[in-house]
């Protein structure tokens, strides 16, 4: 028996350009005048719609040929936070999960490459498909290393492109015969982020284990600034969602809190089941009420130790994608928990020590904390295994560390 995990949400190219001059013409003529304009701002993300109206050019034929001297990007790397917390799902439970991404690409260059990088993963990318005259959605990193006085700096174009298309009907029936159902990054994905609370409470009325990790909402920032961020059609969402898992700043902006545990309580007062805040290199905090995951009191579990010590010898990577290999860690770890019940290492048998509850919320977390860590030492979100288990054996090595950490063995 395997477990059945489908994916809905985003998935996109992240193109790194590392030499733009943002002191360029064309730079300067797509800079921003005032703060919500469409312009380009160092630092901050516009949309290519909007930058597009805001100078008139085309950004794919115009703009980003004359910002990067007609270069290839340095780097193309999948991304996406339900993707990428998906590869990492199906790496860690290997033997004990069927992984599928539903989704859409465009039938551009971007999306063959995308495509190709996918199949090297073992996701099943059958409902993954192709809209017709359209861009594949991308963020174009825009690096300048000179500017601010050599500090340098980065500014993003993010193109929603073919996921503008892709609508909740398209989501088959097959994605609600899972046991676990994942909403990754749908505000990237706006109609299916719309249609959220439908989504969310059939898979609810089927039976599936409901599990939404998030993104940053810049459409929601753009369209409504200071406001709270919208989950769907309306709060009555939070009711169906069995696990939340967001990064601080998410936890913030939908609950229009000011601090993580106001947060979780908005989200606990809203009916969510459980819930995950990761805080980069930060303890993460987590709670949960519910049938599925029992009862723990809001606490905090520190991030992995192994892991900052290898970063500060030396060890190259990034962070990008941190926190949607947390979140696929979190999703790999309950599919395993589905078949192996009785993950904990410290105590007892059965399903005791997790009052109540069918799965051990803290071990997944475990796993999430591991899986973030260990996104530190390479580049981009989605690490390619040579052959199936070779990246568990790494998870399970800084697991163990990181139960030694905690005192548990
Ligand atoms: N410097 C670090 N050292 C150890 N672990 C880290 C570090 N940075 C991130 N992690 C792990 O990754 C998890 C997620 O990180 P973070 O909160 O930055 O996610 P995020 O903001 O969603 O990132 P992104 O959206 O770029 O993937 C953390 O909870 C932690 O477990
Ligand atoms: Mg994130």
């Known amino acids: 028996m395997v477990v059945r995990i489908s994916g809905v949400g985003c998935c996109l190219v992240d193109r790194i350009y590392g030499h733009v001059d943002f002191h360029s013409e064309v730079f300067r003529k797509c800079l921003s005048k005032n703060a919500g304009d469409g312009g380009l701002e160092p630092g901050k993300l516009t949309f290519e719609e909007e930058l597009e109206r805001f100078a008139g050019l085309s950004f794919v034929s115009d703009i980003l040929p004359r910002l990067t001297e007609g270069q290839k990007a ?9 993707v990428v917390a998906l590869i990492n799902a199906s790496q860690l439970a290997y033997k004990e999960s069927d992984v599928s991404f539903y989704g859409c690409r465009g039938d551009d260059e971007v999306g063959v490459g995308l495509l190709e990088k996918l199949s090297q993963t073992s996701l099943d990318l059958s409902h993954y498909r192709i809209e017709k005259n359209s861009e594949t959605a991308s963020t174009s990193v825009l690096s300048d290393p000179n500017y601010d006085n050599g500090h340098g700096e980065r500014t993003f174009v993010n193109t929603i492109g ?44 089927k039976g599936c284990i409901t599990v939404v990790n998030t993104v940053y909402d810049f459409i929601s920032e753009k369209e409504r600034p200071g406001e709270r961020w919208r989950m769907g059609e309306s ?37 969510t089941g459980a819930v995950v805040v990761t805080n980069g290199a930060q303890n993460i ?14 606490q905090t579990m520190p991030v992995s130790e192994a892991v900052g010590k290898a ?27 589905t078949l192996f019940p009785n993950p904990s290492p410290s105590k007892g048998t059965g399903f005791s020590h997790h009052r109540g509850g069918l799965f051990d919320l803290k071990d997944a977390c475990r796993w999430g904390i591991v899986s973030g860590g260990f996104a530190c030492f390479y580049y981009g979100g989605t690490y390619f295994e040579k052959q199936e288990g070779e990246k568990f054996a790494q998870l399970q090595q800084l697991y163990d560390l990181y139960l030694k950490q905690e005192g548990v063995c």
């Open 74 to 82: 340095d780097k193309e790397n999948i991304g996406g936070p339900c």
């Open 285 to 298: 905090s987590l709670w949960a009420e519910s049938p599925l995951f029992g009862s723990i009191k809001e």
């Open 235 to 271: 709060d009555e969402s939070y009711r169906f969602i069995d696990l939340l898992i967001v990064d601080r700043e998410e936890a913030l902006r939908l609950s229009g809190c000011e601090d993580i545990p106001s947060s979780i309580a908005f989200f606990r007062e809203k009916g």
């Open 162 to 205: 073919a996921s503008w298309h892709y609508l909740p009907e398209e989501v088959d029936e097959g994605f609600y015969d899972s046991e676990i159902c994942v909403f990754g990054g749908t505000a990237l994905v706006p109609r299916i982020h719309q249609g959220l609370n439908t989504m969310l409470k059939k898979a609810k009325s």
């Open 311 to 337: 970063l500060k010898a030396g060890k190259k990577g990034d962070s990008t994608g941190c926190g949607d290999n947390f979140a696929g860690g979190i999703i790999g770890s309950l599919a395993r928990q």
